[in-house]
């Protein structure tokens, strides 16, 4: 499997797979209203993932599968929180799809993203798999939270 940068080309593939995940990940999460949102909004969505992969500070890398179809994704860059002594590093999104969970590709879009850095993550609170991965990579809680229109995330930190 190839893991690589993301391109403008990638956004309608990264928006098919971004709504997949979100589903498969967060099913019993978040209320099913949710996700039927997103789905109605996908093509803002794809010009929004062009613009992001395009221009901005965070770098997204992808997983290719099958022609057309990618597998995973993450996304890193500067931390967007300023409190004392957190680590300048956010690793802002890992996903891969259910298909994929053990077979190493979360590990390796992870390695790809930021290494053996210190950096922080938010995690949506009862996503137990998400959890015990990342504990695994290091990463605890440092006790902070916060209410997001898709639920409570909680942050933690590898230092």
């Not at 022609?67 to 409190?83: K, M, Q, T």
């Not at 979360?106 to 798999?129: C, D």
């Amino acid at each position: 499997m190839l893991i690589r940068p993301a391109t403008g080309d990638d956004a309608e593939a990264l928006t098919e797979l971004h709504l997949d995940v979100w589903e498969e990940a967060y099913a019993g999460l978040m209320p099913p209203e949710i996700f039927a949102e997103r789905r109605s909004q996908r093509t803002e969505r794809i010009g929004r993932w062009r613009t992001n992969v395009t221009a901005g500070p965070i770098t997204t890398l992808v997983a290719d599968g099958e022609p057309g179809r990618l597998l995973g994704f993450s996304s890193a860059g500067p931390g967007r929180d300023s409190d004392p002594g957190l680590p300048s590093l956010e690793l802002t999104a890992l996903y891969v799809r259910a298909e994929c969970y053990g077979s190493g590709l979360g590990q390796a879009l992870l390695e790809a993203a930021i290494g053996e850095r210190a950096a922080y993550l938010w995690v949506l609170e009862g996503n137990k798999r998400a959890t015990v991965f990342y504990e695994r990579q290091g990463f605890r809680f440092d006790g902070v939270a916060k209410t997001e229109p898709v639920g409570v995330e909680l942050r933690m930190i590898r230092g």
